[in-house]
T-cell receptor
Framework: GEDVEQSLFLSVREGDSSVINCTYT??????LYWYKQEPGAGLQLLTY?????DMKQDQRLTVLLNKKDKHLSLRIADTQTGDSAIYFC??????????FGSGTRLQVQP | DSGVTQTPKHLITATGQRVTLRCSPR?????VYWYQQSLDQGLQFLIQ???????AKGNILERFSAQQFPDLHSELNLSSLELGDSALYFC????????????FGPGTRLTVL
């Protein structure tokens, strides 16, 4: 079945790196996504990775995918207070819509 | 701005009532998805339409229904509302019907009193 898990909370200091982790169970996932949700706002697509890739870098964001362990991570370099938000990972198996994790609340301390 | 629009932004209504939420997808996108975000259930997929036809159903209650019109906008109808239906309802769109990046609208916050 499909199940995506994330830790609930992460606190870092401004300027440090943040690493948000996610595990999924459906090995047929084709794409894996990271979305950001700020308070009272919608879901903003941050980045995604195709299942045949191990890593993707996009400016301050680095996505790592370990397909064997079904583990996905998002690293934010030089974390800023504006990065404070809830981060959702989601998987897309191509059969239906996205399955989301419960979200990780990132708190950035100045 | 994702290019997906949703109206209204906020909706406050009473139990037993019926409401309609509207979504306009990004220009060129044929697929529309509806999701519900609540504190206890998280983000859940409700239903998907592709070019006017229903393609996939998730955890959508029988009291809820949706449709996609020829101009590709979509409406989500919620009836016999209960307190537990209070949530954020998101619409997303993508070009094709699966395995494709979904862009989300800003959501409609529904409060049932």
């Amino acid at each position: 079945g499909e199940d995506v898990e994330q830790s609930l909370f992460l606190s870092v200091r401004e300027g440090d790196s943040s690493v948000i982790n996610c595990t999924y169970t459906d090995s047929s996932s084709t794409y894996l996504y990271w979305y950001k949700q700020e308070p009272g706002a919608g879901l903003q697509l941050l980045t995604y990775i195709f299942s045949n890739m191990d890593m993707k870098q996009d400016q301050r964001l680095t996505v790592l995918l370990n397909k064997k362990d079904k583990h996905l991570s998002l690293r934010i370099a030089d974390t800023q207070t504006g990065d404070s938000a809830i981060y959702f990972c989601a998987e897309d198996t191509g059969r239906r819509a996205l399955t989301f994790g419960s979200g990780t609340r990132l708190q950035v301390q100045p | 701005d994702s290019g997906v629009t949703q109206t209204p932004k906020h909706l406050i209504t009473a139990t037993g009532q019926r409401v309609t939420l509207r979504c306009s997808p990004r220009s060129g996108d044929l697929s529309v998805y509806w999701y519900q975000q609540s504190l206890d259930q998280g983000l859940q997929f409700l239903i998907q339409y592709y070019n006017g036809e229903e393609r996939a159903k998730g955890n959508i209650l029988e009291r809820f229904s949706a449709q996609q019109f020829p101009d590709l906008h979509s409406e989500l109808n919620l009836s016999s509302l209960e307190l537990g239906d209070s949530a954020l309802y998101f619409c997303a769109s993508s070009v094709v019907r699966g395995g494709d990046t979904q862009y989300f609208g800003p959501g409609t916050r529904l409060t049932v009193l």
